[in-house]
Nanobody, 115 residues
Framework: QVQLVESGGGLVQAGGSLRLSCAAS????????MGWYRQTPGKQRELVAD???????NIADSVLGRFTISRDNAKNTMYLQMDSLKPEDTAVYYC?????????WGQGTQVTVSS
């Protein structure tokens, strides 16, 4: 079993920055992918960015150039640096970890960007 704990969400003005963290613990397979998803009421959860254990990244067009994903494998922690935030970035942000056999979700952290 794997546990994921997100932190770093909050309220920020448009143009500001936040850094999200996702700490993983438990039985973590060496080869895995971690990602950030976000969801607003009435909409499907959407991929923001993900990163493999070897460091390959995938960034959604909507945040490309503003958000940066990274991870520290030694700490089993993933980060999302969010700059130039926009009101449309407001959502609950979820951390995901998956491998060939399982997927695990965090509880989510609220990000609110005021105009």
């Amino acid at each position: 079993q794997v546990q994921l704990v997100e932190s770093g969400g909050g309220l920020v003005q448009a143009g500001g920055s936040l850094r999200l963290s996702c700490a993983a613990s438990g039985s973590i397979a060496t080869k895995n992918t971690m990602g950030w998803y976000r969801q607003t009421p009435g909409k499907q959860r959407e991929l923001v960015a993900d990163i493999t254990s070897s460091g390959m990244t995938n960034i959604a067009d909507s945040v490309l150039g503003r958000f940066t994903i990274s991870r520290d494998n030694a700490k089993n922690t993933m980060y999302l640096q969010m700059d130039s935030l926009k009101p449309e970035d407001t959502a609950v942000y979820y951390c995901l970890l998956y491998n060939d056999w399982n997927d695990y979700w965090g509880q989510g952290t609220q990000v609110t960007v005021s105009s």
